[in-house]
């Protein structure tokens, strides 16, 4: 039973590039959640993603965007980087109908240059 | 909307001690409070986590306690050995599988 993943693992931008960050939820889970983590903080919501449409989200621009696929697989897409944005990207699955738990993937780093 | 605090920043303790960390929320509404670790590096793990219909949860050395009418809610780490070293978060969410929000981490470091 796999876990959740994202790819890449690692990436560096320039300020102005634009960013496509992919997640794959935990078998048989069905929402994703976007968290951005900058170093030293707690994770902070960006968007949930349910039935590919967003189903809620956080305080965050809209160069923020996102995706969900019908095999519930997701992208953060980011436009226009700024330094501020270099942080851990985490997603999490859960199933929306279940107990709440949300599991993350090992997140991908982000540096903006 | 919901704010999480946490408290300390960081803990040290010797091996063998217990550890507690404590959280407050400020949303009556919230009804769903785990408990994270993460190490350095690597994804943040869900450890324990309570509802709020329950007031205290047992996991081997670890424990959680939900006071709703005080909104806190902490964690207790027994008998902690070195591997228990990571950044522990707490959160908490409202009904509906909603998002979680979460306190600033609490380092803790045991030391052998």
């Known amino acids: 039973d796999a876990g959740v993943t994202q790819s890449p693992t690692h990436l560096i931008k320039t300020r102005g590039q634009q960013v496509t960050l992919r997640c794959s939820p935990k078998?048989?889970?069905?929402?994703v959640s976007w968290y951005q983590q900058a170093l030293g903080q707690g994770p902070q919501f960006i968007f949930q993603y349910y039935e590919e449409e967003e189903r809620q989200r956080g305080n965050f621009p809209d160069r923020f965007s996102g995706h969900q696929f019908p095999n519930y697989s997701s992208e953060l897409n980011v436009n226009a980087l700024l330094l501020g944005d270099s942080a851990l990207y985490l997603c999490?699955?859960?199933?929306?109908?279940?107990?709440?738990?949300?599991?993350f993937g090992p997140g991908t780093r982000l540096t903006v240059t | 909307g919901e704010n999480v605090e946490q408290h300390p920043s960081t803990l040290s303790v010797q091996e063998g001690d217990s550890a507690v960390i404590k959280c407050t929320y400020s949303d009556s509404a919230s009804n769903y409070f785990p408990w994270y670790k993460q190490e350095l590096g690597k994804r943040p793990q869900l450890i324990i986590d309570i509802r709020s219909n329950v007031g205290e949860k047992k996991d081997q050395r670890i424990a959680v306690t939900l006071n709703k009418t005080a909104k806190h809610f902490s964690l207790h780490i027994t008998e902690t050995q070195p591997e228990d070293s990571a950044v522990y978060f707490c959160?908490?969410?409202?009904?509906?599988?909603?998002?979680?929000?979460f306190g600033k981490g609490t380092r803790l470091s045991v030391i052998a």
């Open positions: 999490a699955s859960s199933f929306l109908a279940g107990n709440y738990e949300q599991y």
């Open positions: 959160a908490a969410s409202n009904p509906g599988n909603t998002p979680l929000v």
């Open positions: 078998s048989g889970h069905d929402t």
